[in-house]
């Protein structure tokens, strides 16, 4: 690691199969919107030689545009794989989305990596949505490692911004996370601001000038070597800590000079067991440069510091109805277990699946069992089938690569999967397998659509269901109560993509109107109501009369049917149809057109007519009895209430409470929770909460995330009601 001059890039546009999971590097991109990842992808890309000097992908004769805006566009909302070999090694780079509102997409990147490099630019620090997604990765021992970007931009300083990543991400131990570089900086401009044209690496102290274009490597001069210094003796104390061989401390505090090769041993396993955190240094390349500033250190460090797919634990396997199998880590011989961690619609070769393969070996042309559970409640059927795997590819820019399999540890795209979603398992079609499932976020931004025509309207289911098979973290609601589609959002620019993909994807025009929450009525004391329907217009008359009284019931009770005539006065035949009046009026609503609940309908009295009463006049008397009685009782509005709980940091406690008060809501309780934050517990009118998803990330900058579930429905304070019935009325 720093050691290699030159090393020697892959060849550019084979797509080789690895045929050993040891060759194999998975490492996912994690940073903030405008962190640089995109950019620093393609930089490793132009070094590995994957595309040329104008960052474009060569395939024999033709050149297609590798670095297209709407491709850029395209991969800053959605996970990419871009693979590139380097120096004997299969490197699958995830760029994941910096939006707080592509998770999902970051989360199905951390399920396919071993490692993951944060991606932080000297320009804006680290934010609160990348320190979670750290201590994501902190709780299942993922390794990590961190580049510095931007740092040609004025005033950027590589010490400080070092200094800041300690305290972010090394609060057990700020010395697990230092930097194996020093930038090396160049003649000062006229803005005073010297840009970097190298680096310095502490372990072996060597220099990687490349400031003439290419990458050339050198003593440092004797003015130079005092400032890295401190930095070194720093490093070398860092990582002994964390070695293995207990020795080695006594060793180097007795005077001892420790070899290099040695030094590099144990940092290199250190970063593997995700106990030591590498901080490095990214800039771009000089005009005309093949190399970005930072790349090669970064390739050497994912192929010698970052785990291989062998060193992963095996997932938790269950047979699809639930009985647990043992599955050996990562071995290409094995049962086969793969897991699509994406799911894409191309429109040429139609729906493209990402699969991660943890066990066995995958072919084109084979036939797989496809299992998936966990996600009815998302519009996601469950799967229980077999499929015929399309073609194996990894992809080139724009382009796919055709492969002849894919083993354990490796990914690849498969074509034509037609039933396979996003989370589901492949396995062997004779030995079907399920893969534990990964923790998806929670929806918790509703929007309603309607189609826009008839037409529309003839494409919309098929356009929603092809939608939510790509897109796991997106749920899909058809509200019986409110009669209304609701599509369940991360945030409003997960809404704006998916309004997009229906629109130009899936060719469906939809309109957003305003969601509908789900309100009832009840009676607030007791009332009684006279329904009388008689109609005598020659023929066959109607006559019915019934009498009854409502009162309230507690909470959760629903309409209750009581039956107390006496002396025949409704005849029992029709006892059962005054009993479906008075239930149809109550679904429709007896106030402002809501479901009418919690209260006892009490059937007391009515008259018949031997020859004009039928089923069809009670039903209506009963209907009307129920509208009279209400007619006089006060009437309450009822709106459902949810159990809000906010994990937000300590700073933004008072404000987040002080916003729940404002929506009506109820602070019931809140407790100290791990790494400076507060578990704040309350009780909110569903109404208020519409848009919380993207109140609460504005309000906390970011760095909170909050649940919600229903609680129940209570009375609406009178105003609110009144408002709500005076628009009913008006419409």
């Given at each position: 690691?720093?050691?290699k001059?030159?090393?020697?890039?892959?060849?550019?546009?084979?797509?080789?199969?690895?045929?050993h999971?040891a060759?194999v590097?998975?490492v996912?991109?994690?940073?903030?919107?405008g962190?640089?990842?995109?950019?620093?992808?393609e930089?490793?890309?132009l070094?590995?030689?994957a595309v040329?000097r104008a960052?474009?992908?060569?395939?024999g004769?033709?050149?297609?545009?590798?670095?297209e805006?709407?491709h850029?566009?395209?991969?800053?909302v959605?996970?990419?794989?871009?693979?590139?070999?380097w120096?004997?090694?299969k490197?699958?780079i995830?760029?994941?989305?910096?939006?707080?509102d592509?998770v999902g997409e970051?989360?199905?990147?951390?399920?396919?990596?071993?490692?993951?490099?944060?991606?932080?630019?000297?320009?804006?620090?680290?934010?609160?949505?990348t320190r979670?997604?750290?201590?994501?990765?902190?709780?299942?021992?993922?390794?990590?490692?961190?580049?510095?970007?931007?740092?040609?931009a004025?005033?950027?300083?590589?010490?400080?911004?070092?200094?800041?990543?300690?305290?972010?991400?090394g609060?057990?131990?700020p010395?697990a996370?230092?930097?194996?570089?020093?930038?090396?900086?160049?003649?000062p401009?006229p803005?005073?601001?010297?840009?970097?044209?190298?680096?310095?690496?502490?372990?072996?102290?060597?220099l990687?000038?490349?400031s003439?274009?290419?990458r050339?490597?050198?003593?440092?001069?004797?003015?130079?070597?005092?400032?890295?210094?401190?930095?070194?003796n720093?490093?070398i104390?860092?990582?002994?800590?964390?070695?293995?061989?207990?020795?080695l401390?006594d060793r180097?505090?007795?005077?001892?000079?420790i070899?290099?090769?040695?030094?590099?041993?144990?940092?290199?396993?250190?970063?593997?067991r995700?106990?030591?955190f590498?901080?490095?240094?990214?800039?771009?390349?000089?005009?005309?440069a093949r190399?970005?500033?930072?790349?090669?250190?970064?390739?050497?460090?994912?192929?010698?510091?970052?785990?291989?797919?062998l060193?992963?634990?095996?997932?938790t396997?269950t047979?699809p109805d639930?009985?647990?199998?043992?599955?050996?880590?990562?071995?290409?011989n094995?049962p086969?277990?793969?897991e699509?961690?994406?799911?894409?619609?191309?429109?040429?070769?139609g729906?493209v699946?990402l699969?991660?393969?943890?066990?066995?070996?995958?072919?084109?042309?084979?036939?797989?069992h496809?299992?998936?559970?966990?996600?009815?409640?998302?519009?996601h059927?469950?799967?229980?089938?077999?499929?015929?795997?399309?073609?194996?590819?990894?992809?080139?820019?724009?382009?796919?690569?055709?492969?002849?399999h894919?083993?354990a540890?490796?990914?690849?795209?498969?074509?034509?999967?037609?039933?396979a979603?996003?989370g589901?398992t492949?396995?062997?079609?004779?030995d079907p397998?399920?893969?534990?499932p990964?923790?998806?976020?929670?929806?918790l931004?509703?929007?309603a659509?309607?189609?826009h025509?008839k037409a529309?309207?003839?494409?919309?289911?098929q356009?929603l269901?092809?939608?939510?098979?790509?897109?796991?973290?997106?749920r899909?609601?058809?509200?019986?109560?409110?009669?209304?589609?609701?599509?369940?959002c991360?945030?409003?620019a997960h809404?704006?993509?998916?309004?997009?993909?229906?629109?130009?994807?899936y060719?469906?025009?939809v309109?957003?109107?305003?969601?509908?929450?789900?309100?009832?009525?009840t009676?607030?004391?007791?009332s009684?109501?006279?329904?009388?329907?008689?109609?005598?217009?020659?023929g066959?008359?109607q006559?019915?009369?019934?009498e009854?009284?409502?009162e309230?019931?507690?909470?959760g009770s629903?309409?209750?049917f009581?039956?107390k005539?006496?002396?025949?006065?409704?005849?029992?035949?029709?006892i059962?149809?005054?009993?479906?009046?008075?239930r149809?009026?109550?679904?429709k609503?007896v106030?402002?057109?809501?479901?009418?609940i919690?209260?006892?309908?009490t059937l007391?009295?009515?008259?018949?007519?031997?020859?004009?009463?039928?089923?069809?006049?009670f039903?209506?008397?009963?209907?009307?009895a129920?509208?009279?009685?209400?007619?006089?009782?006060?009437i309450?509005?009822?709106?459902?209430?949810a159990?809000v709980?906010?994990l937000?940091?300590?700073?933004?406690?008072?404000?987040?409470?002080?916003d729940?008060?404002?929506?009506?809501?109820r602070?019931?309780?809140t407790?100290?929770?791990?790494?400076?934050?507060?578990l704040?517990?309350?009780?909110?009118p569903?109404?208020e909460?519409?848009?919380?998803?993207v109140?609460?990330?504005?309000?906390?900058?970011?760095?909170?995330?909050?649940?919600?579930?229903?609680?129940?429905?209570?009375?609406?304070?009178?105003q609110v009601?009144?408002?709500?019935?005076?628009?009913?009325?008006?419409?």
């Open positions: 690691m720093g050691d001059a030159n090393a020697h890039p892959g060849a550019a546009g084979r797509a080789t199969a690895a045929d999971p060759s590097r998975n996912v991109l994690v940073g903030h919107s962190s640089g990842k995109t950019t620093l992808v930089a490793l890309a070094t590995a030689g040329n960052g474009r992908v060569e395939d004769g033709t050149v297609s545009d590798y670095d805006i709407e850029r566009q395209q991969r800053s959605q996970l990419s794989l871009v693979p590139v070999d120096d004997g090694y490197i699958n995830l760029d994941t989305p910096g939006y707080a592509f970051l989360r199905a990147g951390l399920r396919a990596a071993d490692a993951a490099l944060f991606v932080v630019s000297a320009s804006d620090g680290v934010d609160g949505s979670l997604v750290w201590e994501e990765c902190a709780a299942v021992g993922m390794p990590r490692a961190i580049v510095i970007t931007h740092l040609e004025a005033r950027a300083d590589f010490d400080e911004m070092t200094r800041t990543c300690a305290e972010a991400f609060a057990d131990d010395d996370v230092l930097p194996l570089y020093l930038p090396l900086h160049g003649t401009g803005d005073g601001h010297a840009p970097v044209t190298g680096l310095i690496g502490l372990l072996t102290q060597r990687f000038d490349y003439s274009g290419e050339k490597e050198a003593e440092p001069g004797p003015e130079q070597l005092p400032l890295i210094e401190e930095a070194r720093r490093l104390e860092g990582i002994i800590a964390e070695s293995e061989d207990e020795t401390m180097y505090l007795g005077g001892e000079e070899d290099v090769k040695t030094l590099v041993q144990d940092l290199e396993r250190a970063v593997a995700g106990v030591f590498p901080v490095l240094a990214a800039a771009p390349a000089p005009a005309g190399q970005g500033i930072g790349t090669v250190e970064l390739l050497e460090l994912v192929c010698g510091g970052f785990p291989t797919p060193e992963r634990a095996a997932p396997v047979t639930g009985a647990a199998r043992e599955v050996k880590a990562c071995d290409p094995g086969l277990v793969a699509v961690v994406k799911t894409a619609s191309d429109p040429y070769v729906r699946s699969v991660r393969v943890f066990s066995g070996t995958l072919r084109p042309d084979e036939t797989v496809v299992s998936g559970h966990g996600l009815a409640d998302r519009g059927e469950d799967h229980d089938v077999d499929e015929r795997v399309g073609a194996l590819s990894r992809p080139f820019g724009k382009q796919q690569r055709a492969l002849t894919c083993i540890g490796d990914l690849a795209c498969v074509a034509k999967l037609n039933r979603e996003t589901d492949l396995s062997a079609k004779d397998l399920l893969m534990e990964w923790q998806m976020p929670d929806p931004l509703p929007l659509i309607q189609a025509s529309d309207e003839d494409k919309l289911s356009g269901g092809r939608l939510v098979a790509e897109d796991p973290t997106m899909l609601e058809q509200n019986q109560h409110t009669h209304q589609v609701v599509l369940w991360l945030g409003e809404a704006d993509v998916a309004l997009e993909r229906l629109r130009n994807r060719g469906v025009q309109d957003v109107v305003p969601h509908k929450v789900s309100l009832r009525e009676f607030a004391d007791r009684a109501g006279r329904g009388r329907h008689v109609k005598q217009s020659g066959h008359g006559y019915a009369i019934c009854i009284e409502v309230p019931l507690p909470n629903g309409v209750e009581v039956d005539v006496v002396g025949g006065a409704v005849p029992r035949q029709f059962p149809s005054v009993e479906k009046g008075v149809a009026q109550a679904a609503g106030a402002a057109g809501y479901p009418l919690d209260v006892r309908i007391l009295d009515g008259k018949a007519h031997s020859v004009d009463s039928s089923d069809a006049a039903q209506t008397a009963g209907a009307l129920l509208r009279e009685a209400a007619a006089d009782a006060r309450h509005l009822l709106e459902p209430v159990e709980t906010v937000v940091g300590d700073d933004y406690v008072g404000a987040v409470m002080s729940l008060s404002g929506r009506r809501g602070v019931v309780g407790e100290q929770a791990s790494g400076g934050r507060t704040v517990r309350a009780e909110v569903e109404i909460i519409g848009r919380y998803a109140d609460l990330r504005s309000l906390s900058h970011g760095t909170a995330r909050f649940n919600r579930s229903y609680a129940r429905h209570e009375p609406m304070p009178p009601a009144e408002r709500i019935r005076e628009q009913a009325q008006d419409g």
